[in-house]
């Protein structure tokens, strides 16, 4: 059972553009998600979170939206650069606990030029 | 770099072996967690160490195992290997536990033939 599912496996965005990755969750105890990025031949990296207390996180070019009722959220990257082609995992705990983090399948972003 | 190490990185080894990984914390961390990420799937919570005890338990096999030691540094044994073991298995340190940031190494791909 997928708790957390990421249903495009992959994304190709033009430079400059906006890239919206998506993530769905079906565990109402969720409270906390996080973003990280894989690069390949290398280990997952925090990119961004977001506490269910809020409904928008934003650092630099990259926001995440949370939509509690709609049990989705969402990771914009703007404007995208070629160095953001990577896969993107989106992941949920609960309790605020992130020592049991629940990992979507992941989404290819490519971004060309 | 994150700072994790992970031993070896690629491993192949047929049905019914047995294996197994080594993980280096980054230095300071006290938590270690393990993970599978299979084909097309997310990364799989296996099991979390927390300063030589086990935290937190994930969807690991009886025929998995793991420990950390008084280094911190953290092994994961995994037996009587089938097909479907064949992975990326990826170790993730972070201070303490609770709610920090896990950081992860590159990962040990394993085969089973």
């Known amino acids: 059972d997928q708790q957390v599912k990421q249903n495009s496996p992959s994304l190709s965005v033009q430079e400059g553009r906006i890239s919206i990755l998506n993530c769905d969750y079906t565990?109402?105890?969720?409270?906390?998600f996080l973003w990280y990025k894989k690069y390949p031949a290398e280990g997952p990296t925090f990119l961004i979170s977001?506490?269910?207390?809020?409904d928008k996180n934003e650092d630099g070019r990259f926001t995440v939206f949370l939509n509690k009722s709609a049990k989705h959220l969402s990771l914009h990257i703007v404007p995208s650069q070629p160095g953001d082609s990577a896969v993107y995992f989106c992941?949920?705990?609960?309790?605020?606990?992130?020592?049991?983090?629940?990992f979507g399948t992941g989404t290819r972003l490519q971004v060309f030029p | 770099d994150s700072g994790v190490t992970q031993t070896p990185k690629h491993l192949i080894t047929a049905t019914g072996q047995r294996v197994t990984l080594r993980c280096s914390p980054r230095?300071?961390?006290?938590?270690v967690y393990w993970y599978q990420q299979s084909l097309d799937q997310g990364l799989q919570f296996l099991i979390q160490?927390?300063?030589?005890?086990?935290?937190a338990k994930g969807n690991i096999l009886e025929r998995f195992s793991a420990q950390q030691f008084p280094d911190l540094h953290s092994e994961l044994n995994l037996s009587s290997l089938e097909l479907g073991d064949s992975a990326l298995y990826f170790c993730?340190?972070?201070?303490?536990?609770?709610?920090?940031?896990?950081?992860f190494g590159p990962g040990t791909r394993l085969t089973v033939l």
């Open positions: 565990n109402s105890m969720f409270d906390y």
């Open positions: 230095s300071g961390d006290l938590s």
């Open positions: 992941a949920a705990s609960a309790q605020y606990n992130t020592d049991k983090l629940i």
């Open positions: 993730a340190s972070s201070v303490a536990t609770g709610g920090d940031e896990q950081f």
């Open positions: 977001i506490s269910s207390i809020k």
């Open positions: 160490y927390y300063n030589g005890e086990e935290r």
